[in-house]
């Protein structure tokens, strides 16, 4: 079994920076391939980026590529997302997720772990 538990969000202005942070427990952490997702009001959940469970490649939405950046330390059971050149559309409440598989990748579905989620809001 996993829990996540997501750190770090809040307020930033456009252009702004945010790191956010997912602790988890459970042994299997470094089995499991990793996301984090974000749902903006009245809209779906959307893949944000993904790492697989060695840390060794990484996967991100084309809307976020090139400004956010996801990493884990399996050492000590967590995952983060930088973000930087943070823009308005970026506002969301952000969920740290653990896969069923080893790879991490878009479809909500494989995740079988969701922490409660953490807001960012980007202020124009």
């Known amino acids: 079994q996993v829990q996540l538990v997501e750190s770090g969000g809040g307020l930033v202005q456009t252009g702004g920076s945010l790191r956010l942070s997912c602790a988890a427990s459970?042994?299997?952490?470094?089995?499991?391939?990793m996301a984090w997702f974000r749902q903006a009001p009245g809209k779906e959940r959307e893949f944000v980026g993904g790492?697989?469970?060695?840390?060794?490649?990484?996967y991100y939405a084309d809307s976020v590529k090139g400004r956010f950046t996801i990493s884990r330390d399996n050492a000590k059971n967590t995952v983060s997302l930088q973000m930087n050149s943070l823009k308005p559309e970026d506002t969301a409440v952000y969920y740290c997720?653990?896969?069923?598989?080893?790879?991490?990748?878009?479809?909500?579905?494989?995740?079988?772990?969701w922490g409660q989620g953490t807001q960012v809001t980007v202020s124009s």
């Open positions: 459970g042994r299997t952490f470094s089995s499991k391939g």
């Open positions: 997720a653990a896969s069923r598989y080893y790879v991490a990748g878009s479809t909500a579905r494989d995740y079988d772990y």
């Open positions: 790492i697989i469970a060695s840390g060794g490649s990484t």
